[in-house]
């Protein structure tokens, strides 16, 4: 199984604040890497697929990078809605999750 | 609107059997993969198992291969997931998901989930 490591486990942004969070596959996954939010008591939501793809309806701030084992999510300008759980996702044949990252507003 | 609605949860003693079911609606159901997650409680999320639209394809992950069997039933727009000798560590809010038609195996919708506990 292709591991996913995904960091920081917490984070605490100001409103307005850039952040970003990091995923390290355990091999290269050739960009097939999504990212999720989840807030609490509801499903994920797909918010970027294929490393840097926005799925559609999803605020511009957000956006995706990365390549081979290394992968980011970047919020541009934290807001109150961002506020929750987020997962990268290797979208291999054999799926595997990130541990995920809460994100707070400061 | 899509809408995924699971049901058939609950609790169940270890080494029972239980069948969860998917409701799809909004879109074509014949056209797409869907797939099985689960989340226990307080964790992280784990892929479980996927079929693909005709049900030609069928993938499952290695904790609960040879246990669980996914289906579905195209006119009825129905998923499936059976699953015997059921564990502890089957306890979790299962997800069924639709897959993105692009590529790669990501999953654009998902249901609400249905919450399957296993104790004596």
């Known amino acids: 199984d292709i591991q996913m490591t995904q960091s920081p486990a917490s984070l605490s942004a100001s409103l307005g604040e850039t952040i970003s969070i990091e995923c390290r596959a355990s091999e290269d996954i050739y960009s097939n890497l999504a990212w999720y939010q989840q807030k609490s008591g509801k499903s994920p939501q797909l918010l970027i697929y294929?490393?840097?793809r926005l799925q559609d309806g999803v605020p511009s701030r957000f956006s995706g990078s990365g390549s081979g084992t290394q992968y980011s999510l970047k919020i541009s300008g934290m807001q109150p809605e961002d506020e929750g759980d987020y997962f990268c996702?290797?979208?291999?044949?054999?799926?595997?999750f990130g541990g995920g990252t809460k994100l707070e507003l400061k | 609107e899509v809408q995924l609605v699971e049901s058939g949860g609950g609790l169940v003693q270890p080494g029972r059997s239980l069948k969860l079911s998917c409701v799809a609606s909004g879109f074509t159901f014949s056209n797409y993969g869907m797939n099985w997650i689960r989340q226990a409680p307080g964790k992280g999320l784990e892929w479980v198992a996927y079929i693909s639209s005709g049900s030609s394809y069928i993938y499952y992950a290695e904790t609960v291969k040879g246990r669980f069997t996914i289906s579905r039933d195209n006119a009825k727009n129905t998923l499936y997931l059976q699953m015997t000798s059921l564990r502890s560590e089957d306890t979790a809010l299962y997800y069924c998901a639709r897959r993105l038609n692009y590529g790669g195996y990501y999953f654009d919708y998902w249901g609400q989930g249905v919450m399957v506990t296993v104790s004596s």
């Open positions: 996702l290797q979208g291999s044949k054999f799926p595997t």
């Open positions: 294929a490393a840097n």
